[in-house]
């Protein structure tokens, strides 16, 4: 089992910075895929961004250019910096992880994960 812990979301203005953070404990030697998920009131949680064991990052279109995901392995930490945001960027922000291989078209799918953290607050005034 992996346990996942979220924390570092907050309120900021358009424009503004947050860096996000997830601590990861448990079974996490065979994790192969770790990713940020947002989900806004009424919509459906989406991918935001995700990394590959080997370093490998993919973005959902959105965001590219304004957030960068990193992991820190001596930590088990994964992060996701997030600059320019945006009202739309508003949302509770999900860590989440699989040990399974995953096709490169299914890296921001919800359902390709088996773990998840329990989200935090991001949210972003005009």
């Known amino acids: 089992q992996v346990h996942l812990v979220e924390s570092g979301g907050g309120s900021v203005q358009a424009g503004g910075s947050l860096r996000l953070s997830c601590a990861a404990s448990?079974?996490?030697?065979?994790?192969?895929?770790m990713g940020w998920f947002r989900q806004a009131p009424g919509k459906e949680r989406e991918g935001v961004a995700v990394?590959?064991?080997?370093?490998?990052?993919r973005y959902a279109d959105s965001v590219k250019g304004r957030f960068t995901i990193s992991q820190d392995d001596a930590k088990n930490t994964l992060y996701l910096q997030m600059n320019s945001l945006e009202p739309e960027d508003t949302g509770t922000y999900y860590c989440?992880?699989?040990?399974?291989?995953?096709?490169?078209?299914?890296?921001?799918?919800?359902?390709?994960?088996?773990?998840w953290g329990q989200g935090t607050q991001v949210t972003v005034s005009s």
């Open positions: 989440a992880a699989e040990a399974r291989y995953l096709s490169w078209w299914s890296l921001l799918e919800r359902r390709s994960y088996s773990h």
């Open positions: 990394i590959l064991d080997h370093g490998a990052t």
């Open positions: 448990g079974h996490t030697d065979n994790i192969y895929s």
